[in-house]
């Protein structure tokens, strides 16, 4: 997707030698609501006719772009919630899901009455990097034997593992914008 | 807000006696995008003369709504995060927030290039019971020197202290359903 490559170029900032790309005066902090509606006008288009049922994403910045592609596709949005509690009792799916950027595994939940073997489920998620947060999403879908139509990503590190993993396992991924390098000298390149 | 009581008497289940209201097939866990749209019309059509040029809500549930009512007002949304890091460092406004749901007392975080004199702030979040999240937020708003115009609040359990508070700081609060009681029993009652 051109405007959003091309808004990572003007407005991303690459930090920590090239390990981390911070969009966060657009996409994940700062919030560019114009540019969400792009984004989910991008994934309807992606997926309009895959007959999705719900979206599923993960807080916090998942949130607002799966509300907003929620418009095009009428259909509920539902977001795991990292679990606080040790309680997790028979009510709710749960999985695992490593953050590297906070260095720990924590759990997600979602509440069993919101989805179930009828469901044809979008994925959508502002980064796919090691894949964590999606698989962990995944596992939730599984377990309820819901269809899982694919998963519509803003921004994909290509040069970490996540995407080749998740596709390898025969799921469609779309990711807006693909990076394929970057580094705090030469900037970002796209796949 | 008609719309939202009436959804809140259907669909919202109080549990703990009385001290819960669990609201999330609709409003934060399971979204309905449709309300949403209704929430975020209702707050434009109320701060819409307030020449607002940010909206602030506070992760997670809060996001959502927010990113919602943004395309009304047409202004970038931001979220405050809340802090995992210890080193929180000069970039930052912060203020602290407790949770009375999770028992504790935890810092938000939201980045100084997004907030500053010249902006007039809107705040808005899913619940206000007793206030510490929307003082935070305020908190934030006063440390950026900005102007604060108000907070739109889709849920106020009017019994707890929150909205008294803040409004006793002569701050417009405007919320869409204020809950005078609520109980297993006899159900919501609201304002």
Known sequence: MKLLEE????????????????????LNHQ???????????????LFGDEKVTKILTIEASGIGIACIAGQYFDVPVIFAKKSKSKNIDGSVYTSKVESF????VYDIIVAREFLGPEDRVLLI???LANGSALNGLI???KSAGATLVGA?????????PGGDLIRGQGIRVESLARIESMSETEGVTFC
């Open 125 to 127: 998620d502002d980064f």
């Open 139 to 141: 596992q939730v879908v």
């Open 31 to 45: 919030i560019d609501v114009k540019l969400y509606n792009e984004i989910g006008k991008e994934f309807f288009r």
């Open 7 to 26: 808004r990572i170029q003007k407005d991303g900032k690459i930090r920590n030698g090239g390990a981390v790309l911070k969009v966060d005066s657009f």
């Open 152 to 160: 519509g990503i803003c921004v994909e590190k290509a040069f970490q």
């Open 101 to 104: 950027t906070h260095g720990k």
